[in-house]
């Protein structure tokens, strides 16, 4: 499975304002509601719930929330550059600016783990957010991820 697999076009956003890590969540969630026609505040809620267990600012100005969704049928993503940087409760306190949202099926297992693992691994090479952050539309940002050789397990299927 490809990135092109989990992100589409219409799911990266370019300037999202925000200016606290309750709103890009809400934001992030009425995105994922949008696209994927499912109730934003459950969507939202599943962050909340997730970023409860520990940030997942995970350093160097990137944010990774995730969490499962019932009625999906494979694995989704949603990435956001912000306008501004936001306090996300990071590991390294230092502020998010490029946030890779993640959903998996419920029945997924651990192998949404290792999706997101490899979006993390990606995401940590310097040069390769430093493009993200001096791309300056939706199209230029999602040609970059696409180009990144990301690629999730082979083996991703929603369990029976």
Known sequence: MNIE?????????????????????????????????ADSRRVFNILVERERLGSTGVGAGLAIPHGKLEGLDRLQGVFARLEKPVDFDSIDDEPVDLVFLLLAPEGAGADHLKALAQVSRIM???????????????????????????????NFRVAS
């Open 5 to 37: 697999d989990i992100l589409e076009p219409g799911s990266v956003i370019a300037n999202l304002r925000a200016t606290s890590k309750k709103q890009v969540l809400q934001e992030l969630s009425k995105a994922v509601g949008e696209m994927l026609g």
């Open 124 to 154: 940590r090479e310097r040069t390769f957010c430093d493009k993200l952050r001096g791309s300056d539309s939706a199209d230029a940002i999602y040609a970059l991820l696409i180009e990144s050789g990301y690629v999730a397990p082979e």
